[in-house]
Nanobody, 126 residues
Protein backbone atom coordinates (compact mmCIF):
# COMPACT_ATOMS: atom_id res chain seq x y z
CA UNK A 1 0.00 0.00 0.00
CA UNK A 2 1.18 3.51 -0.87
CA UNK A 3 -0.32 6.76 0.36
CA UNK A 4 0.13 9.80 -1.87
CA UNK A 5 -0.31 13.43 -0.86
CA UNK A 6 -0.08 16.27 -3.37
CA UNK A 7 0.69 19.91 -2.67
CA UNK A 8 1.68 23.05 -4.51
CA UNK A 9 -1.50 23.90 -6.34
CA UNK A 10 -3.03 27.34 -6.37
CA UNK A 11 -4.16 30.29 -8.43
CA UNK A 12 -1.73 31.71 -10.98
CA UNK A 13 -1.98 34.08 -13.92
CA UNK A 14 -1.48 32.85 -17.45
CA UNK A 15 2.21 32.65 -18.26
CA UNK A 16 3.09 31.86 -14.66
CA UNK A 17 4.59 28.77 -13.06
CA UNK A 18 3.80 26.31 -10.31
CA UNK A 19 5.60 23.29 -8.93
CA UNK A 20 3.52 20.42 -7.67
CA UNK A 21 4.87 17.87 -5.22
CA UNK A 22 3.61 14.42 -4.36
CA UNK A 23 4.97 12.74 -1.26
CA UNK A 24 4.59 8.99 -0.88
CA UNK A 25 4.47 6.97 2.30
CA UNK A 26 4.15 3.28 2.87
CA UNK A 27 5.95 0.68 0.80
CA UNK A 28 9.13 1.51 -1.09
CA UNK A 29 8.57 4.50 -3.33
CA UNK A 30 11.45 3.54 -5.62
CA UNK A 31 9.57 0.39 -6.68
CA UNK A 32 6.89 2.37 -8.51
CA UNK A 33 6.55 4.20 -11.76
CA UNK A 34 4.81 7.51 -11.12
CA UNK A 35 2.39 9.61 -13.09
CA UNK A 36 0.60 12.93 -12.95
CA UNK A 37 -2.97 13.21 -14.19
CA UNK A 38 -5.49 16.03 -14.29
CA UNK A 39 -9.22 16.39 -14.46
CA UNK A 40 -10.99 19.57 -15.51
CA UNK A 41 -14.67 20.20 -14.71
CA UNK A 42 -16.91 18.18 -17.00
CA UNK A 43 -13.99 16.31 -18.56
CA UNK A 44 -12.43 12.92 -18.09
CA UNK A 45 -9.20 12.45 -16.23
CA UNK A 46 -6.23 12.70 -18.56
CA UNK A 47 -2.58 11.76 -18.43
CA UNK A 48 -0.15 14.64 -18.02
CA UNK A 49 3.29 13.11 -17.40
CA UNK A 50 5.00 9.94 -16.22
CA UNK A 51 8.42 8.85 -15.02
CA UNK A 52 9.85 5.41 -14.38
CA UNK A 53 11.01 4.07 -11.04
CA UNK A 54 14.63 5.21 -11.46
CA UNK A 55 13.76 8.65 -12.78
CA UNK A 56 14.28 7.99 -16.46
CA UNK A 57 12.07 7.99 -19.55
CA UNK A 58 9.88 10.98 -18.74
CA UNK A 59 6.81 11.04 -20.95
CA UNK A 60 4.35 13.85 -21.54
CA UNK A 61 0.98 14.55 -23.04
CA UNK A 62 1.30 16.57 -26.23
CA UNK A 63 -0.61 19.42 -24.62
CA UNK A 64 2.09 20.00 -21.99
CA UNK A 65 5.24 18.98 -23.84
CA UNK A 66 7.89 21.68 -23.61
CA UNK A 67 6.10 23.43 -20.72
CA UNK A 68 5.93 20.81 -17.96
CA UNK A 69 8.74 18.74 -16.45
CA UNK A 70 8.33 15.66 -14.27
CA UNK A 71 11.07 14.56 -11.91
CA UNK A 72 11.48 12.47 -8.79
CA UNK A 73 13.70 12.23 -5.75
CA UNK A 74 13.61 8.70 -4.39
CA UNK A 75 15.55 9.71 -1.28
CA UNK A 76 12.67 12.05 -0.42
CA UNK A 77 9.87 9.77 -1.64
CA UNK A 78 8.68 12.65 -3.80
CA UNK A 79 7.70 13.22 -7.41
CA UNK A 80 7.45 16.72 -8.82
CA UNK A 81 5.69 18.43 -11.68
CA UNK A 82 7.20 21.74 -12.72
CA UNK A 83 4.64 23.65 -14.75
CA UNK A 84 5.75 26.68 -16.76
CA UNK A 85 3.98 28.94 -19.26
CA UNK A 86 0.64 28.00 -17.78
CA UNK A 87 -2.50 28.66 -19.80
CA UNK A 88 -6.16 28.72 -18.69
CA UNK A 89 -6.68 25.31 -20.30
CA UNK A 90 -4.34 23.85 -17.68
CA UNK A 91 -6.94 24.55 -14.98
CA UNK A 92 -7.81 21.24 -13.33
CA UNK A 93 -7.38 19.07 -10.28
CA UNK A 94 -3.95 17.45 -10.54
CA UNK A 95 -3.36 14.04 -9.01
CA UNK A 96 -0.34 11.86 -8.74
CA UNK A 97 -0.51 8.10 -9.11
CA UNK A 98 1.74 5.09 -8.53
CA UNK A 99 2.08 2.07 -10.80
CA UNK A 100 3.45 -1.17 -9.31
CA UNK A 101 4.63 -2.24 -12.76
CA UNK A 102 8.19 -1.02 -13.22
CA UNK A 103 8.27 -0.78 -16.98
CA UNK A 104 11.02 1.20 -18.65
CA UNK A 105 8.45 3.53 -20.22
CA UNK A 106 5.75 4.67 -17.78
CA UNK A 107 2.22 4.02 -18.92
CA UNK A 108 -0.23 6.81 -19.75
CA UNK A 109 -3.26 4.59 -19.14
CA UNK A 110 -5.29 5.68 -16.12
CA UNK A 111 -6.52 2.28 -14.99
CA UNK A 112 -3.01 0.82 -14.97
CA UNK A 113 -2.11 2.96 -11.96
CA UNK A 114 -2.74 1.33 -8.61
CA UNK A 115 -2.64 4.14 -6.06
CA UNK A 116 -3.90 7.71 -6.24
CA UNK A 117 -3.62 10.88 -4.25
CA UNK A 118 -6.55 13.19 -3.47
CA UNK A 119 -5.38 15.87 -5.86
CA UNK A 120 -4.52 19.55 -5.73
CA UNK A 121 -6.38 22.33 -7.52
CA UNK A 122 -4.57 24.38 -10.15
CA UNK A 123 -6.38 27.43 -11.49
CA UNK A 124 -4.90 29.58 -14.26
CA UNK A 125 -6.53 32.94 -14.84
CA UNK A 126 -6.42 34.75 -18.15
Amino acid sequence: QVQLVESGGGLVQAGGSLRLSCVASGRSFSNYNMGWFRQAPGKEREFVAGINWIGLSPTYADSVKGRFTISRDNAKNTVYLQMNSLIPEDTAIYSCAADRTTTLIPTSVTYEYDYWGQGTQVTVSS
